[in-house]
């Protein structure tokens, strides 16, 4: 993976994928509403976090305990609508 500084980072984490790097300002920061990029997986557990209609508060820490397990976190409100999906870039 080609860095920002020039630098490539070949190594993979747990699940054989490789680090992500920040995303610059103009590039895509919700992939909840750019489903079709996300990988697979990221796919499913979206998949599986909205079989309920609206997501409840209290399985919003499960669920993002879940995504970060893959190298993604999202951000969510009081009103239990979770946003901002976006690959971890701490756990890189």
């Keep these: 993976m080609n860095l920002s500084n020039g630098t490539t980072n070949n190594k993979t984490n747990d699940y054989g994928l490789q680090p992500v790097r920040a995303l610059r300002a103009n590039e895509m920061s919700d992939y909840f509403e750019h489903y079709d990029k996300l990988p697979k ?18 399985n919003l820490k499960k669920w993002k305990e879940r995504f970060e397990k893959e190298g993604w976190t999202f951000s969510y ?5 979770p946003f901002n999906l976006r690959p971890n ?4």
Excluded: K, N, V
Aim: aromatic share 12%; hydrophobic share 30%; charged share 35%.
């Design 41 to 58: 997986e990221i796919q499913d557990l979206s998949d599986w976090m909205f079989e309920e209609q609206h997501p409840r508060y209290d």
């Design 89 to 92: 870039i701490l756990t890189t």
């Design 77 to 81: 409100g009081l009103d239990g609508e």
